[in-house]
């Protein structure tokens, strides 16, 4: 839906104070996920600007926050370790928001309904143990084989494993003291009381934790310096000495990079993941929205392709829309996308005047909200939940997370997809026939009922009934539920038909035949039965 300026400025008491609160959200995170990602902080807060300021106006929801978010974190990893070079990564980045592009005016935004939920909590999750895994190091003020980029971890969780154990080996006092206080801010800040509370609510725990963070380390610094932070861990952003400088910090994309056939499947990699992870947050903003908008899947789709585009162009990571920072947006009051916007202003503001300060943010306050998140998307309650749902929702959840831990996350949630597959075919194997027997004095009565559609896959299941059918029965075989029977399951029963007499079973067939092919007319004859809608 498309709004006049005047709807904007009607809201404009609630967007700003909002925007203002999602700034202070996604600040950190920007500088959190860039660091997790193994790329310049830099390029974490150019996503976040190209999300405020370009997509918030693109996209088709009022609520949505656009950035760099947490479930690219492990693909961008990996992809620079794969290609070797950031500026390829771009590259990629550029060719994922033409793909997206493209997914758009294909109208693909329906593809988030093909993932059962199973294998998708079971990606988020897997994503959470590996946020924990690769900021623990952070977290304690390990700096082994560390690199200027913050690039030092591996690129699986499998590998990060002797990084984890290596850095409980040579703690820093400090970063343990800034990283553990910083969990707890975060922990009581989500309590349900802190939550109750009008002022509180409006004050971001990541925001106080980075406070914390850099507070207690100007204290070390002057009080106590064997506590202090070294400067290899904190935040390393340039600094513009007039706001002119601000484009000498750009990185640009190197096209020479098309050459190698690893960029593509980078860029098909992230415009996957990017379209699946945004589809996934439209769907819980718009259940968030108190007004209950709609968002238009395929213009969000266009909005993310040429968001990315720009992000590659500029050296910044790529984007989704992130349902940590719109949820925030929602909790804080956010009216319209006039609040995304503020935050990006915001965001561009901190970037050209307040660099120097950044540059005071330790490390580990950054990855005790990191950790916090991948608690957040790894909680042992979601493990408990899908126990309760049963083996047939457990197992593509569990297969899932460890596919991802031990491969990468394309190869894990392929694996995870086939899982899921295999139980949905055998719940449709099973639900399509089914078989009931009554027993009579003189001779048993069997009832094979097919339900709605019924293919060759469930061929084999048939022949497992017929074949239990005893002699001198009768048999009913129902297809009133059927849509559709497949020619190999009419020929089954055919087959049937002509033997049973030689067994005195007797056969009756109701409304079997003339459906072996879909009914195309189906949706036309629902819609003749709608009203019209008066004006």
């Given at each position: 839906m498309?709004?006049?300026?005047?709807?904007?400025?009607?809201?404009?008491?609630?967007?700003?104070?909002?925007?203002?609160?999602?700034?202070?959200?996604?600040?950190?995170?920007?500088?959190?996920?860039?660091?997790?990602?193994?790329?310049?902080?830099?390029?974490?807060?150019?996503?976040?600007?190209?999300?405020?300021?370009?997509?918030?106006?693109l996209?088709?929801?009022?609520?949505?926050?656009?950035?760099?978010?947490?479930?690219?974190?492990?693909?961008?990893?990996?992809?620079?370790?794969?290609?070797?070079?950031?500026?390829?990564?771009?590259?990629?980045?550029?060719?994922?928001?033409?793909?997206?592009?493209?997914?758009?005016?294909?109208?693909?935004?329906?593809?988030?309904?093909?993932?059962?939920?199973?294998?998708?909590?079971?990606?988020?999750?897997?994503?959470?143990?590996?946020?924990?895994?690769?900021?623990?190091?952070?977290?304690?003020?390990?700096?082994?084989?560390?690199?200027?980029?913050?690039?030092?971890?591996?690129?699986?969780?499998?590998?990060?494993?002797?990084?984890?154990?290596?850095?409980?080996?040579?703690?820093?006092?400090?970063?343990?003291?800034?990283?553990?206080?910083?969990?707890?801010?975060?922990?009581?800040?989500?309590?349900?009381?802190?939550?109750?509370?009008?002022?509180?609510?409006?004050?971001?725990?990541?925001?106080?934790?980075?406070?914390?963070?850099?507070?207690?380390?100007?204290?070390?610094?002057?009080?106590?310096?064997?506590?202090?932070?070294?400067?290899n861990?904190?935040?390393?952003?340039?600094?513009?000495?007039?706001?002119?400088?601000?484009l000498?910090?750009?990185?640009?994309?190197?096209?020479?990079?098309l050459?190698?056939?690893?960029?593509?499947?980078v860029?098909?990699t992230?415009?996957?993941?990017?379209?699946?992870?945004?589809?996934?947050?439209?769907?819980?903003t718009?259940?968030?929205?108190p007004?209950?908008?709609?968002?238009?899947?395929?213009?969000?789709?266009?909005?993310?392709?040429?968001g990315?585009?720009?992000?590659?162009?500029?050296?910044?990571?790529?984007?989704?829309?992130?349902?940590?920072?719109s949820?925030?947006?929602?909790?804080?009051?956010?009216?319209?996308?006039?609040?995304?916007?503020?935050?990006?202003?915001?965001?561009?503001?901190?970037?050209?005047?307040?660099?120097?300060?950044?540059?005071?943010?330790p490390?580990?306050?950054?990855?005790?909200?990191?950790?916090?998140?991948?608690y957040?998307?790894?909680?042992?309650?979601?493990?408990?939940?899908?126990?309760?749902?049963?083996?047939?929702?457990?197992?593509?959840?569990?297969?899932?997370?460890?596919?991802?831990?031990?491969?990468?996350?394309?190869?894990?949630?392929?694996?995870?997809?086939?899982?899921?597959?295999?139980?949905?075919?055998k719940?449709?194997?099973?639900?399509?026939?089914t078989?009931?027997?009554?027993?009579?004095?003189?001779?048993?009565?069997?009832?094979?009922?097919?339900?709605?559609?019924?293919?060759?896959?469930?061929?084999?299941?048939?022949?497992?009934?017929?074949?239990?059918?005893?002699?001198?029965?009768?048999?009913?075989?129902?297809?009133?539920?059927?849509?559709?029977?497949?020619?190999?399951?009419?020929?089954?029963?055919?087959?049937?038909?002509?033997?049973?007499?030689?067994?005195?079973i007797?056969?009756?067939?109701?409304?079997?035949y003339?459906?072996?092919?879909?009914?195309?007319?189906?949706?036309?004859?629902?819609?003749?039965d709608v009203?019209?809608?008066?004006?």
């Amino acid at each position: 839906m498309i709004h006049q300026a005047r709807y904007y400025f009607r809201h404009i008491k609630e967007d700003v104070p909002a925007g203002i609160v999602v700034f202070l959200v996604a600040l950190p995170l920007c500088l959190g996920i860039a660091l997790a990602s193994g790329v310049p902080l830099f390029s974490g807060l150019i996503a976040g600007l190209v999300g405020g300021l370009v997509v918030a106006w693109l996209s088709g929801s009022q609520l949505s926050v656009s950035g760099p978010a947490a479930g690219l974190t492990v693909i961008v990893f990996n992809a620079l370790q794969t290609l070797g070079s950031f500026q390829a990564l771009l590259v990629a980045c550029v060719l994922a928001g033409i793909l997206q592009l493209v997914l758009g005016f294909l109208k693909a935004g329906v593809i988030a309904s093909f993932f059962p939920s199973a294998v998708i909590e079971g990606m988020l999750a897997a994503i959470g143990l590996i946020l924990i895994i690769k900021q623990i190091p952070h977290a304690v003020g390990f700096d082994n084989s560390f690199e200027g980029d913050e690039s030092y971890m591996k690129g699986t969780a499998e590998s990060s494993f002797f990084e984890l154990f290596d850095s409980l080996k040579a703690i820093s006092p400090g970063a343990v003291v800034i990283s553990v206080v910083g969990l707890l801010i975060l922990i009581v800040w989500g309590l349900p009381w802190f939550k109750k509370q009008a002022l509180l609510k409006l004050i971001p725990g990541p925001l106080v934790t980075v406070v914390w963070g850099v507070g207690f380390n100007l204290y070390a610094a002057k009080y106590a310096p064997e506590w202090q932070v070294t400067s290899n861990h904190l935040v390393n952003l340039p600094v513009s000495e007039q706001p002119s400088d601000f484009l000498n910090n750009l990185v640009f994309p190197d096209f020479s990079y098309l050459n190698n056939p690893q960029v593509y499947v980078v860029a098909i990699t992230i415009a996957i993941i990017a379209s699946l992870e945004t589809l996934l947050s439209l769907e819980a903003t718009d259940k968030l929205d108190p007004l209950k908008r709609l968002t238009p899947a395929n213009r969000e789709l266009k909005a993310q392709g040429i968001g990315n585009i720009i992000s590659g162009m500029l050296g910044g990571l790529p984007m989704t829309a992130v349902i940590v920072r719109s949820s925030a947006n929602i909790n804080a009051g956010g009216k319209t996308s006039l609040s995304c916007f503020i935050h990006g202003v915001f965001l561009l503001i901190s970037v050209l005047f307040f660099a120097h300060y950044l540059n005071a943010i330790p490390l580990a306050c950054l990855a005790a909200i990191l950790l916090h998140t991948g608690y957040k998307l790894a909680k042992p309650s979601m493990f408990f939940g899908y126990y309760r749902k049963g083996m047939s929702q457990l197992l593509p959840f569990v297969i899932t997370v460890g596919a991802i831990l031990v491969t990468d996350l394309l190869k894990g949630m392929a694996i995870g997809m086939a899982v899921g597959l295999f139980f949905v075919i055998k719940a449709n194997y099973h639900a399509a026939i089914t078989m009931t027997m009554t027993k009579n004095k003189r001779s048993n009565h069997y009832l094979i009922t097919l339900n709605k559609d019924v293919s060759f896959l469930n061929k084999a299941l048939l022949r497992k009934f017929i074949l239990l059918v005893e002699e001198n029965s009768t048999v009913t075989i129902d297809a009133q539920k059927a849509q559709f029977i497949d020619h190999d399951i009419l020929e089954t029963i055919d087959d049937f038909l002509a033997s049973a007499p030689d067994s005195n079973i007797r056969v009756e067939t109701i409304d079997l035949y003339g459906k072996e092919k879909f009914k195309d007319h189906q949706e036309l004859v629902i819609l003749d039965d709608v009203a019209p809608v008066s004006h």
